[in-house]
């Protein structure tokens, strides 16, 4: 019997016959690059413009003052009594009294209020933040289950356009693009902030 | 290659998915018209979305040349279709994931259920995805007793409202926030009595009823706008959360694809990042993107399947004008400028895919003469053209499909079809009834200008401005109208 991938590919071949052998040429005369280079004041700008066009707050801070910033930025939002989680590869003096993730199943990463984590790189110009999984940032579920997300943006990671973004990133690693908060426009078209991601996001941009 | 696959090309099966409505286009599109509550829902929702869009897209600049590498992109993708899924395969397979290979839907189904039956589980959360809808899964499933848990709010609406999808971004266009609020006081278990119907309130609804789902979950089931053929990557847009949810939390993931979701390259993803949200939700980014590439060590499901499915898509790859609809990215844009569909919604088109794609994509999926009023269910305007971001030439693949069907019937020696009987029974009623055949009538003009050469360059009133800027393919000399009343159609 014929396996349903070799009926796929032997319908495929019979569909495309002679049409199979035309070359079509990819016109890339779009935008590869912005105009201005990455970690650039005006990049820096137009991403604080989109994160909080798009409900998250920005903090900006100069690197020496990070950890201070970070804690500053915690104490805002967490609920009392609400505990941080971090990913292993965090620096340890940023929150020095959170909890680093082992592994926790998601019912425990649901008592967490808030995580804390580093980023891959940012597109300026849709305010995307990408992450990796890198040590700085954790798998995939620490940013997703906590209701606040606060990520740390270096200067030198945020580049203008999504070509320069996704030319920065691993396609073999699991990444995750957030811009902006958790939202729906499934009412009426209406965009609403916060439904099962985090509801919170907040953006500590670290400027030089 | 064996004898066997040089036969006729092969359709998606009847008696599974939905592909196929319960009543021809224009039976169903009279319903919905008479529907005023849903019109004014669906007025106001198009206005809103198309506002949104043209804001985002007027930013770039380089819109124009992103819609053609985009295209260029999917129909070179196209030709080598073939070479791109074993790719996909190989770099899926090698990084841990399991392929699966599916000839139609009832495979699909088999596949996808002795999938979650070796997980020894009896409930599923699925985010959204048009392929399982169209093969009918959630209905197979629950036939062996598994429920799927829709978990996209607009999804969840429809689950809850014991209803079917009007559109394939926003599928609860047709309910208004009131319609909402009393289909959750109703279905779900433990809701606040006190719920209002703003929209945030209604969000918040979705989120606590949902949130012990998920992080119980065991099994997940996603579909994929994209697939990076070099790669292995696999990568779906969202705005909520419940796609991470879903694609993250459980041990098991199976994800179930068209075969022609594909592109060659991680660098050729850049086009179709800038070209979806803007035309979709009209923002410049989801809220979420996450991609994936088979099995992640110590991050995410251990388990990772990747289901793709024919379906009648091998058959839409045969025709050399019709193919161009494979190339589709399921923006939606088509539908939220088209005039028929703002009057009728998404019901009366019968198939999971409304609106102008839906009326080219359904009937070369299921072969033509399953969905043959759908190729008529449009004014040929050619609006869909001109915010299609892949520029898929829905107006001429609308009039080649008339022109096909009409060849067929006449190849056959049959009497008009029962689709395109009862299309004389109802009231057309797209535009203003004189109106409508005036525009058929111009059409036919067209085609009398445009004899020779089979395309032609500049038409009369209303389609001049239109054809200004493009060529329009010559429409079949016999209109609908004119080919029914032929039939001893009688006029509405
Ligand atoms: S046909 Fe074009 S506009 Fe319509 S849904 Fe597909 S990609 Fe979007």
Known sequence: MTSAKEEILGRIRAALGESRSVPTVV??????????????????????????????SVHRTASADLAGTVRQVLAALLPEGGRVLVPAGLPPDWVPDASTDEGFDAPTLDGFAAVVTGCAAAAAQTGTIALDGAPDQGRRAITLVPDIHVCVVRAGQVVQTVPELLARLDPTRALTFVSGPSAT?????????????PRTLAVVLVTD | MSGIFLG???????????????????VAARTALANTQLRRNLGHATATIRAKRAAVVSELDDWEELRRAGEAIKTATMTRLDEHLEQLERAFTARGGTVHWARDANEANEVVTRLVQATGE????????????????????????????????????????????????VPAIHRNRS?????????????????????????????????????????GISGANFAVAQTGTLVVLESEGNGRMCLTLPQTLITVMGIEKLVPTWTDLEVFLQLLPRSSTGERMNPYTSTWAGRHEGDGPRDVHLVLVDNGRTATLADE????????????????????????????????????????????????????SLPYASTLCGACFDACPVRIDIPSVLVHLRAKHVEQQREDHRL????????????????????????EKASRIGRL??????????????????????DVPLPPRESFREWWAGRGGATS
């Open chain 2, 449 to 470: 200008l445009g004899a020779r050469r089979g395309r032609i360059t500049m038409l009369p009133p209303p389609f001049s401005g239109w054809s200004a800027s493009r």
């Open chain 1, 27 to 56: 016109p890339r005369d779009y935008r590869t690059h912005g105009s201005d280079e990455p970690g650039s004041p005006a990049v820096l700008d137009l991403l604080e413009d989109r994160l909080v066009d798009y409900k998250a």
């Open chain 2, 8 to 26: 006729m090309p092969v359709h998606a099966p009847r008696g599974v998915g939905a592909l196929r409505g319960a009543e021809p286009f224009p």
């Open chain 2, 416 to 439: 008009p079809s029962a689709e395109a009987l009862s299309m004389a029974a109802a009231s057309w009623v797209m535009s203003t009834s004189t109106r409508f055949s005036a525009a």
């Open chain 1, 185 to 197: 426009s499934d009412i009426e078209l209406q965009r609403v902030e916060g439904v099962h991601g």
């Open chain 2, 179 to 219: 319609e909402i609020r009393e289909i959750f006081l109703r279905e779900m278990a433990g809701v606040d009595p006190m719920l209002t119907d703003e929209p945030r309130m209604l969000a918040m609804a979705a989120r606590a009823h949902l949130r012990r789902k998920f992080l119980s979950a065991k099994v």
């Open chain 2, 321 to 372: 004008i019709g193919r161009q609809v494979l190339n589709c990215i399921k923006c939606s844009a088509c539908m939220n400028v088209c005039p028929v569909y703002e009057r009728t919604g998404g019901h009366a088109y019968g198939s999971v895919y409304p609106g102008p794609i839906g009326a080219v994509l359904s009937p070369q999926l299921t072969g033509i003469e399953d969905n043959a």
């Open chain 2, 122 to 169: 009896r409930e599923v959360v699925k985010v959204k995805s048009m392929a399982t809808q169209e093969i009918g899964l959630n209905e197979a499933l629950e036939a062996v007793g598994i429920a799927a848990y829709e978990t996209d709010l607009a999804e969840l609406i429809v689950q809850l409202g014991h209803d079917t999808p009007s559109h394939i971004l």
